[in-house]
């Protein structure tokens, strides 16, 4: 804690000290999880040195509560906690996605169905000021709505330093078992079904196509007959159409789409025999971000991230098909542990799902990309569904603010960052030439 306090200092001295209102973007070590754009600013801003800022600090065995910096990946936070026998409550699948970026950008997985996203298991945050100075928030008391607007900020409302959040008790493996449906009534009445039990551990699924629905229902285990692993020769997501049942080691389950979810990389077999261990999705971000100027803009992969009202899941899928009808989708139950601050009166009245299906689509190859975002934006908003902000996004501002909450955001922002350094959400993540 003792170093962690001397990081802060400098942070913050580096802010307080800074006599320019030009914009800062945080420079971590791990690879950022939001798509590269080709016309994208990043490289012009300021830099502001958070890369230390990736320690365990503690893990409170008998409360069950890890404290740690935002730029710890999710790899290392499981191979920490999984030595007492703990796991986040919320492990997104990518092993370099930090706690930061998930509270941040908003991380999801196959137990988001009880739990929300990783930033409902967190007790408790300190932020920096864009002009340096500490503030510790907490769900509840005077500063919640700092702490529950901090979700889904993109960097903009300050700086994550530390966060404590909740674990659960783990087991060595888990056994998935994988449940086959032939139409999509079949497949959300099972989800439905587990969702009100709560009878497994994990669930999420592949949609292989409108004929082919894969539930994969995952739960702890003590002993193991065998155990996969998916990081060479094997692709978990293809493993779902054809076994019935598989067990995997708990970190092994937690990263088993680490290779790329449906979007694996190289996928003939010689590719995969003399690449398939080297190729992660960690690498393939990272040569993105790098090549992203002179790589031909069909090159990147169409990512997008949906949240479905589980009410309108036959709605989206009907117009899917007819209008885009790429396939593997991946699936993802999120259940919403309450009403998020950051979302408009307006949106939250209009829609009164408790469950949400994260409906991912990855590995889309199309020509004019931004047609294809904006076809399914308009449909997202004519269903009253929304997506995550890391790819490419086209609102118009009246768009964006009648889904997110102005005054909200605007009340957290005057006193976060009066200045603007950290930028716009909107012009962050909506403006082709911001980020
Ligand atoms: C190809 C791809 C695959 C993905 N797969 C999954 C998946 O399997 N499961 C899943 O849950 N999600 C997935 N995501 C989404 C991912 O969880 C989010 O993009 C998440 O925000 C990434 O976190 P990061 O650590 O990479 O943060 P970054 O991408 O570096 O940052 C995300 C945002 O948070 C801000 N930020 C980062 N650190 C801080 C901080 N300390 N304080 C304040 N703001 C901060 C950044 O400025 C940025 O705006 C995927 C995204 C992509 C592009």
């Keep these: 804690m003792e170093s962690h306090q001397r990081k802060i200092m400098r942070i913050s001295d580096q802010l307080r000290l800074r006599d320019s209102n030009e914009p800062l973007i945080l420079m971590k070590k791990a ?5 590269p754009k080709a016309d994208g600013r990043k490289d012009l801003y300021q830099k502001l040195d958070v890369s230390d800022l990736d320690e365990i600090i503690d893990i409170d065995v008998e409360k069950r509560i890890c404290t740690a910096e935002p730029g710890a990946t999710f790899e290392k936070v ?6 007492y026998g703990l796991v986040p409550l919320v492990v997104p699948e990518l092993r370099t996605i930090t706690i930061g970026g998930a509270v941040s950008g908003g991380s999801i997985e196959s137990m988001s169905y009880r739990f929300g996203g990783f930033h409902d298991s967190c007790l408790e945050y300190e932020v920096l000021t864009a002009k340096g100075d500490i503030i510790v928030c907490s769900p509840e008391g005077d500063e919640s709505l700092l702490f529950n607007m901090m979700h889904w900020s993109f960097g903009t409302l300050g700086i994550i330093t530390l966060i404590k959040f909740r674990l659960i008790p783990a087991k060595p493996y888990v056994k998935v078992t994988y449940e086959k449906y032939r139409s999509l009534e079949e497949y959300n009445r099972a989800i439905w079904s587990h969702y009100l039990s709560r009878d497994i551990d994990f669930m999420d699924g592949i949609i292989h196509s409108p004929e082919e629905y894969v539930l994969s229902c995952g739960n702890f285990t003590d002993d193991a007959p065998y155990t996969h692993r998916y990081d060479w020769m094997r692709i978990y997501y293809l493993s779902t159409a054809s076994r019935r049942e598989d067990y995997l080691k708990t970190s092994d389950y937690f990263f088993r789409y680490n290779k790329g ?39 990147i992969p169409i990512t997008v991230d949906t949240f479905i009202p589980f009410s309108k899941m036959g709605e989206f899928m009907k117009w899917y098909e007819k209008n885009i009808n790429h396939f593997p989708l991946w699936c993802v139950p999120y259940k919403v542990a309450h009403k998020y601050e950051w979302l408009s009166d307006e949106f939250a009245e209009g829609v009164k799902d408790e469950l949400f299906l994260d409906i991912a689509i990855y590995g889309m190859y199309r020509e004019n990309p931004e047609i294809w975002h904006r076809l399914i934006e308009e449909e997202l908003m004519d269903i009253g569904a929304i997506k995550t902000l890391i790819s490419s996004n086209h609102y118009s501002e009246e768009e964006f603010w009648s889904i997110f909450n102005k005054e909200n955001y605007e009340t957290i922002k005057r006193r976060m960052d009066p200045d603007n350094i950290l930028r716009d959400i909107y012009k962050k993540t909506c403006f082709k030439s911001q980020d």
């Excluded at 690879?31 to 798509?35: A, F, G, L, T």
């Excluded at 499981?78 to 030595?83: D, K, Y």
């Design 31 to 35: 690879v950022s999880h939001q798509v």
């Design 78 to 83: 499981v191979e920490s906690t999984l030595a």
């Design 261 to 299: 979810v449906t979007n694996v990389r190289p996928k003939s077999f010689a590719g995969r025999l003399l690449f398939g261990r080297l190729v992660s999705s960690d690498i393939t971000l990272r040569m993105a971000h790098r090549f992203v100027k002179v790589l031909p803009e069909k090159a």
